[in-house]
């Protein structure tokens, strides 16, 4: 579903190193042209086919990839297939530029290739999520947010399409979406490696290798995403009806895992919101 935030910037927030100015998700993008450039932009697809025109060249932008657009730099942006879903974020703050050009040596806008879009993707979800929540000091949330995208940028992008990474990670696609379209099954070793066409053992290396985690950690950061989207959607849904929904057995582990990744209970997390 669509859905835009456009948090109320306070004076306090713009001393911060970064900050946020907008997200949206799921978004049908629009031909853009920007003759002036605009702030720091991250934009993300999903879906479809983009072109990105700036600095006297053009990128193509499909699944995978992203675009990350420089301050004040001058950008046309337009669909090339008959929807182009995107998700994206805008920021800005004192240290952004320090940090693209000194830190990350990224001093021109274009085109990434991800070895992890899952990664920015959870980081424009967690925005959304937070401007919708009844946290305090959003402002400070938003810049470690911003931040953590920084820094993944600098380890899970790239802009040579030849990574060794990118190209592993778009050999097991059929196996993320198996994944995304059954999360709520019992999943094993065997039958994912099945739907792969390799071993169990060499499995779990190229899918480490392709995402830096384990598979079975992934497979629960997908099951915990929805079970944050079942917890908002469901406020008298129980806790052990989430977790079996979900994929989980045990409502217990279901709450270890979910306390681990998102810092808080379940019941903490929908309180937030409630």
């Given amino acids: ?40 932009q991250w934009i993300q697809c999903l879906k479809g086919e983009g072109k990105l025109v700036t600095g006297g060249k053009t990128f193509r932008v499909s699944e995978g990839t992203a675009m990350l657009l420089m301050k004040g730099v001058p950008h046309e942006y337009y669909a090339v297939s008959s929807s182009w879903i995107v998700d994206w974020i805008v920021f800005d703050g004192h240290q952004v530029e320090h940090f693209l050009k000194k830190i990350a040596g990224i001093k021109t806008s274009g085109v990434f290739y991800l070895s992890r879009p899952d990664i920015f993707l959870s980081h424009i979800q967690s925005t ?48 993320f979406r198996y994944i995304e379209n059954n999360f709520d099954k019992q999943l094993t070793l065997e039958h994912l490696a099945n739907i792969t066409g390799v071993t169990a053992p060499h499995l779990c290396t190229i899918f480490k290798k392709a995402t830096n985690i384990r598979i079975f950690q992934y497979i629960n950061s997908v099951r915990i995403k929805k079970s944050k989207e079942l917890l908002l959607q469901n406020p008298q849904m129980q806790i052990k009806e989430i977790a079996f929904l979900c994929g989980f057995e045990d409502a217990t582990y279901f709450s270890s895992v979910f306390k681990k990744q998102e810092k808080v209970s379940p019941n903490q997390f929908r309180n937030m919101y409630y």
């Fill in 1 to 40: 579903m669509t859905k835009r935030l456009l948090p109320i910037i306070t004076e306090a927030d713009r001393e911060l190193p970064y900050y946020l100015l907008d997200t949206g998700l799921d978004w049908n993008q629009e031909h853009v042209i920007s003759q002036n450039g605009y702030y720091y």
């Fill in 128 to 175: 959304a999520d937070i401007g919708q929540s009844e946290y305090s000091l959003k402002g400070l949330k938003y810049s470690a947010i911003i931040y953590s995208l920084l820094t993944d940028i600098v380890q899970y992008a790239s802009t040579n399409s030849s990574t060794i990474a990118y190209n592993q990670y778009f050999k097991l696609k059929p196996l």
